[in-house]
């Protein structure tokens, strides 16, 4: 059985290999425990709801980046002091309509939210696909106010969650501290790629989103689509064609090329 799925099963009595059996039982749910997945994997938040999220095997935690990069323990937030700023579910049309998605409302002084995925098994090459909205609070248009305070970072644990650090964090910000700038999101679908070459074996993924000053910005992130593969390389081809207007000493030559992906 694969990890971290739900399966239905049914059941019946047989007493000896001669004798009559009985019916089948009605159909119940169980799911294996969460364990390391293979790729390609994938989360679109379509089976989500607004009890049920984060999905099986996601987790959700409350606490500054700056902290955990410097050894903090991550807070879950059933526990955190801070119930304002953490993802969501959301099925909306704002930012992107896309069948229920991730989003968290980045606000005030005391956003911290971690968004983590479950253990994903990499291999060679693989990368990271996601999908971004930024829109104003509970609307569709763009993100508004100054927002310098504001961040959103991907962050890969490469020990499987036990520590997560700078070095490994993709950073969106408005401070020129990032490696993007987070006000360049739009409130359209914004598609981002980030590569895990260097990273093998078991990580785990954390979305964060942060607000640490008041009065300067309420706006939604919203996040879908998120897929971890390796991508299949197609190498280009060339097919030599007939020859024509073949003199003595010339000829016209022809290929069909078709390119790599």
């Known amino acids: 059985l694969k990890a971290s799925t739900q399966y239905l099963v049914r059941v019946k009595s047989l007493c000896t290999a001669i004798s009559s059996e009985s019916a089948f039982t009605s159909e119940s749910i169980f799911y294996t425990l969460c364990g390391a997945t293979a790729l390609p994997w994938m989360e679109d938040f379509s089976q989500a709801t607004a009890t049920m999220f984060p999905p099986r095997c996601w987790a959700r935690y409350d606490q500054k980046a700056s902290d955990v990069f410097g050894g903090a323990e991550l807070k879950n937030v059933t526990t955190s002091s801070f119930l304002s700023g953490i993802w969501q579910y959301d099925n909306s049309t704002y930012g992107m309509n896309t069948g229920g998605k991730a989003k968290i409302n980045i606000i005030g002084s005391s956003t911290y939210g971690w968004l983590v995925t479950p253990s994903i098994r990499l291999e060679v090459n693989s990368v990271l696909?996601?999908?971004?909205?930024?829109?104003?609070?509970?609307?569709?248009?763009?993100?508004?106010?100054?927002?310098?305070?504001?961040?959103?970072?991907?962050?890969?644990?490469?020990?499987?969650?036990?520590?997560?650090?700078r070095k490994n964090a993709t950073i969106w910000s408005n401070d020129s501290t990032g490696d993007y700038v987070l006000n360049d999101i739009t409130n359209g679908v914004n598609h981002f790629?980030?590569?895990?070459?260097?990273?093998?074996?078991?990580?785990?993924?954390?979305?964060?989103?942060?607000?640490?000053?008041?009065?300067?910005?309420?706006?939604?992130?919203?996040?879908?689509?998120?897929?971890?593969?390796?991508?299949?390389?197609?190498?280009?081809?060339?097919?030599?064609?007939?020859?024509?207007?073949?003199?003595?000493?010339?000829?016209?030559?022809?290929?069909?090329?078709?390119?790599?992906?």
């Open 129 to 165: 696909e996601f999908d971004l909205s930024f829109t104003k609070h509970n609307s569709s248009d763009k993100a508004t106010d100054t927002r310098a305070d504001d961040k959103f970072i991907v962050i890969v644990s490469d020990n499987g969650g036990a520590t997560w650090e």
């Open 193 to 261: 790629q980030i590569d895990l070459s260097k990273y093998s074996g078991v990580v785990k993924i954390a979305f964060y989103a942060e607000s640490s000053v008041t009065g300067n910005g309420n706006n939604d992130l919203h996040l879908d689509n998120i897929k971890v593969h390796k991508p299949h390389v197609t190498p280009p081809t060339v097919v030599t064609l007939d020859a024509d207007n073949i003199g003595d000493n010339t000829a016209t030559l022809h290929r069909r090329i078709t390119e790599g992906t």
